[in-house]
């Protein structure tokens, strides 16, 4: 494990739970013993001469955590490493390949590594790459946060982002070799995150599906021919159940389907007193996409047809500038609102601030 967390107790919690752990650590308040704290010099000769340098501690008596090792090494600075499942400390002979100017070549070089850095190099290398995708797409980077449990909560969120991603890879790799007909392209990291995000916000209201074209795949296998839909509530059936209707709403073609596809639910009172409109007050954020150029506001027609009336209805016309300008639809109650009647259809109350910043 890296050094991020590492300690004595938490090293005699996995002990415990059988597990053996091996790490870096930090020297303070990690139980790392005094007596083989090595301090970084500054002087460059001085830390020179100090490479190499090793002290090792083993806590005997203990019945919770028996044989941890606490092991330092200066190397261009001091390790500190804590063990339960290293045995020994020693030095090993390791070789690598190195340029010789006088052979011209590259030739083996022996060289001494301290065993517990060893197993250290070796066996991190998951735990790297795990860490590594974990940062590639974190949702605190530009965060800081003053409560020490909330960067716990959002590093356990990126683990189990990262588990389910390799989860998906081994299993893709599985179907893979089954030759399964109609496999979709191979998802990246930050394309599974992505939909598994669109998941978690639109649990029952979205769909992510993936469409093949077989040609394009035939013809290139590194080609994607897949695009996301956003499935929208329909209108509703006899039985009063949402129709729902995928359309690809991330292209303006598909935008354009949608409004040719499914008309617009007129507002009248019978609409609005009826079940046509359930959705209208029930606090979530709609979304909506530009209606077209020649639509209107029917929030404002409603308003001018049945609220507005003698001498007002004169005035109330001649401010309805607004009623084709910015025009948009709403994908759930399926209807034509300006940017001023968008809040006030949907029941949001601006003058009442305590509900409008919750």
């Known amino acids: ?138 949702p605190d980077r530009w965060m800081r946060q003053r409560k020490w449990w909330w960067a716990f909560f959002i590093w356990a969120i990126g683990v189990a982002g990262v588990n389910a991603y390799k989860i998906y890879e081994v299993m893709y790799d599985e179907e893979e070799a089954k030759k399964t007909p109609g496999l979709p392209p191979r998802w990246t990291h930050a394309r599974f995150l992505e939909e598994l995000v669109y998941d978690f916000i639109f649990p029952g209201r979205s769909k992510n599906t993936v469409r093949i074209d077989a040609e394009s795949v035939s013809n290139s296998a590194t080609e994607e021919a897949s695009i996301r839909s956003f499935s929208v509530l329909g209108q509703q059936d006899s039985n009063g159940e949402d129709n729902e209707g995928v359309y690809d709403l991330t292209s303006s073609i598909g935008r354009e389907e949608y409004l040719r596809a499914v008309p617009t639910v007129r507002i009248t009172r019978r609409s609005l007193e009826g079940g046509q409109f359930r959705h209208r007050l029930d606090g979530t954020r709609h979304n909506w996409i530009p209606a077209k150029t020649t639509d209107h506001c029917q929030w404002c027609y409603y308003h001018l047809m049945n609220v507005v009336s003698g001498e007002d209805r004169r005035h109330f016309t001649a401010s309805l500038r607004q009623n084709r300008s910015r025009v948009q639809r709403c994908l759930v109650c399926h209807v034509n609102l300006c940017p001023q009647c968008e809040n006030s259809f949907h029941g949001s109350d601006l003058s009442a601030r305590d509900g409008v910043v919750g």
């Not at 050094?3 to 870096?24: D, M, P, Q, R, Y």
């Not at 606490?70 to 339960?84: G, N, Q, R, W």
Request: hydrophobic share 35%; aromatic share 6%.
């Open 1 to 138: 494990m890296d050094n991020l967390f590492n300690s004595e107790k938490l090293f005699t919690a996995l002990h415990i739970a059988e597990s053996l752990a091996h790490g870096v650590a930090r020297t303070s308040g990690r139980g790392v013993p005094p007596s083989i704290i090595q301090r970084e010099e500054k002087n460059r000769d001085r830390a020179e001469k100090l490479r190499g340098t090793t002290m090792a501690a083993k806590l005997h008596n203990s019945d919770v955590c028996p044989n941890l090792f606490a092991v330092s090494v200066y190397d261009t600075k001091p390790v500190h490493i804590l063990s339960t499942a290293a045995h020994c400390v020693e030095w090993i002979v390791k070789e690598k390949k190195v340029w010789s100017d006088q052979l011209k070549k590259k030739a083996l070089m022996k060289y001494l590594r301290l065993n517990v850095i060893d197993d250290y190099n070796n066996n991190m290398n998951s735990t790297d790459i795990a860490d590594q995708l974990r940062g590639s797409y974190r």
